[in-house]
């Protein structure tokens, strides 16, 4: 079978060889794709491999050979699921790859918020330290998440993991999520509305999907309801947050500061407001990218596509 994959870049930068899925066909890696590109690429192929190449129902019913989508993801928003099944087209994503990475960066990001560890230490190799006439100084306020209130929206694999995390910072733990069940053993922990939670919070953590629902539901009138020392961390999606409302938020001292992984249009755009926005910390888009989960996610992809060629698909998302 011929096995094209559109955008294998960020998985195998290098280090990360395909060894596994080349085993399994006639395999054609393309590091990356430009969507005009992604029809002709993808003519020949009996299996496409996927991460952020979309697949849409225009592209997806001229691929007269295609027989299997696997999606380098958790999210599978980028393939038109229904227009696949229709065609009889199974689409499997990976559901757990980087929960643990994903958790640790929320705290390296958060943790970066209330120490600044990077502006202290080019402060020492600046000369600031050698000529300061005390034994120790600090450019910004040092902030202890021992006894502070966590808040995190969207309590799933990712979202737990956080809160147990939190928890052994010495945090309190809140959480929102549309389905509130099984709460962790550890205590405290408690259930709240979303509006309540960034009421009360002294930190928000972002773990929900991106729906049509909470597209953008952190704005304006949210912002509003933080506390003025509040963190806000995101390392779920882009489009949850109104990015213009929080560079605003930001700048008028509305909330104390930001840690982003992600943003609405990746790669950034110059124009982004956020860039400009006091106390803003973005990174581009890692906290998935360990070497570990990446990995993981590598040999999930080589099951992915070995299961459908055993005929018993796993991870399918359309119900096929």
């Not at 011929?2 to 280090?15: E, Q, R």
């Not at 597209?215 to 304006?220: C, D, E, K, L, P």
Request: proline share 4%.
């Amino acid at each position: 079978m011929n096995i094209i994959v559109l955008d294998g870049y960020t998985l195998n930068p290098g280090d990360n060889p395909w060894d596994e899925v080349e085993k399994l066909g006639n395999l054609t890696v393309y590091e990356r794709t430009d969507p005009k590109d992604i029809l002709e690429r993808s003519l020949e192929a009996d299996i496409i491999v996927t991460n952020k190449s979309p697949l849409f129902a225009e592209t997806l019913n001229r691929l007269a050979r295609l027989k299997f989508i696997s999606v380098m993801a958790t999210g599978y928003n980028i393939v038109d699921t229904l227009t696949a099944r229709e065609r009889g087209i199974p689409v499997s994503n990976v559901p757990e790859y980087g929960t643990d990475s994903v958790a640790q960066f929320t705290f390296a990001l958060l943790l970066e918020l209330c120490h600044h560890v990077g502006v202290h230490s080019d402060s020492v190799k600046t000369g600031d330290w050698s000529q300061s006439k005390d034994w120790c100084f600090w450019k910004t306020p040092q902030v202890l998440l021992a006894g502070k209130r966590m808040g995190i929206v969207g309590f799933g694999r990712i979202g737990r993991r956080v809160g147990e995390l939190a928890h052994a910072f010495g945090m309190e733990v809140m959480a929102y999520d549309v389905e509130q069940k099984d709460p962790p053993a550890y205590s405290p922990f408690c259930w709240k509305t979303r509006e309540d939670l960034c009421a009360e919070a002294d930190v928000i953590s972002l773990h929900c999907a991106l729906t049509d629902e909470n597209a953008r539901f952190v704005n304006q009138d949210l912002l509003r309801l933080m506390k003025k020392e509040a963190f806000l961390i995101n390392a779920a999606r882009g489009g949850l947050i109104n990015e213009h409302d929080l560079g605003r938020a930001l700048n008028d001292g509305m909330i104390a500061g930001a840690g982003l992984d992600v943003v609405s249009i990746e790669p950034i755009e110059n124009g982004n407001p956020l860039l400009s926005a006091r106390n803003c910390i973005i990174t581009p888009h890692i906290a998935w990218a360990t070497t570990a989960a990446r990995r993981k996610l590598m040999a999930s992809t080589a099951e992915n596509i070995k299961a459908f060629m055993a005929g018993k698909s796993i991870n399918v998302v359309n119900g096929l």
